[in-house]
């Protein structure tokens, strides 16, 4: 049976670096793996009357395809030194009541930036909300890509290739991590 991982992007703009890095997670990931690229710009802001309506299809079809999945891959900038609040409101969703989705699952983050420290600060955040979720994240090998404009061609191909060396990597050990827990 294949790995199912459920990828979440944490920028929304056209030309994202985040985004092309999630598309070489993809590129490089173990071929038992599928990676569905979760879409996140849909959802409302959180709200538990929302959520105990229980009527958004929107809201809906998200935790289904999160509950679908065996583990998680947060591919995200750094905004303000934390989380960027789309994907911190995506994870709000997954994270509760009933059955929460995003609960007790291997998970990875790597994020790309134009400064030198390569989204360090809100790996570190990240981290820190999954502890609530009881989150099983991967800890090497840490990818932040700093200088990030520099490290992509026009065709939005990641060239750096230690980089690629690294997301590699830790692809196979959140894979790895996927079945070590089901064991
Ligand atoms: C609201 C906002 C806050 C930001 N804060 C940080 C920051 O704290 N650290 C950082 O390195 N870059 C910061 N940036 C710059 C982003 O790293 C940069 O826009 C990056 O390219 C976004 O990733 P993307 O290319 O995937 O959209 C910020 C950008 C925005 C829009």
């Not at 934390?82 to 609960?103: E, H, Q, T």
Request: net charge positive.
């Amino acid at each position: 049976m294949p790995i199912r991982i459920a990828a979440f992007c944490g920028s929304l703009r056209k030309d994202s670096a985040n985004r092309k890095l999630l598309n070489t997670c993809i590129e490089l990931k173990p071929a038992d793996m599928i990676v569905e690229v979760v879409e996140i710009r849909d959802l409302p802001l959180f709200d538990q009357d929302i959520m105990d309506a229980g009527t958004n299809a929107v809201v809906k079809t998200f935790r289904d395809k999160v509950a679908a999945a065996e583990g998680f891959l947060f591919v995200t900038p750094e905004y303000n030194y934390s989380v960027p609040g789309a994907l911190k409101n995506a994870i709000d969703w997954a994270s509760r009541p009933p059955n929460p989705p995003m609960f007790a699952k291997a998970a990875a983050i790597l994020g790309a930036s134009p400064g030198p420290v390569g989204t360090a600060r809100m790996q570190y955040h990240l981290r820190q909300v999954g502890v609530f979720l009881d989150l099983r994240f991967v800890n090497k090998p840490e990818v932040m890509v700093g200088m990030a404009p520099s490290k992509f061609d026009a065709a939005g191909r990641f060239t750096d290739e230690t980089g690629r060396g690294l997301v590699k990597d830790l692809m196979a050990n959140l894979g790895a991590l996927v079945v070590k827990l089901k064991a």
